[in-house]
Nanobody, 121 residues
Framework: QVQLVESGGGLVEPGGSLRLSCSASGSIFSIRDMGWYRQAPRKQRELVAVITSGGGTNYLDSVKGRFTISTDNAKNTVYLQMNSLKPEDTAVYYC???????????????WGQGTQVTVSS
């Protein structure tokens, strides 16, 4: 069993900041990629940011320069620091972790439960 627990969402005014956290626990042998997706009402889920096991990162164009993804590998935790938030950043944010549960396992994608981020005055 693998569990992903997210925290850090909430209501913030435009221009404000939030930090999301997602911790993976359970049967984990190795982690490949960790990332954040978001889904706004009536829109498709989109990739916001991803970080590979080698430390490479990639961001959605609209968040570049405002959001930063990072990890604490010792804690199997991924963070998303979100600065200069805009109303269009409002969405449910989901963490995603690609991992192997044991040696020889396939690499599976696991999802957090989602955390609401609302940017509004």
């Amino acid at each position: 069993q693998v569990q992903l627990v997210e925290s850090g969402g909430g209501l913030v005014e435009p221009g404000g900041s939030l930090r999301l956290s997602c911790s993976a626990s359970g049967s984990i042998f190795s982690i490949r990629d960790m990332g954040w997706y978001r889904q706004a009402p009536r829109k498709q889920r989109e990739l916001v940011a991803v970080i590979t096991s080698g430390g490479g990162t990639n961001y959605l164009d609209s968040v570049k320069g405002r959001f930063t993804i990072s990890t604490d590998n010792a804690k199997n935790t991924v963070y998303l620091q979100m600065n200069s938030l805009k109303p269009e950043d409002t969405a449910v944010y989901y963490c995603n972790v690609d991992l192997q549960r044991f040696r020889g396992d396939y690499t599976g994608a696991y999802w957090g439960q989602g955390t609401q981020v609302t940017v509004s005055s």
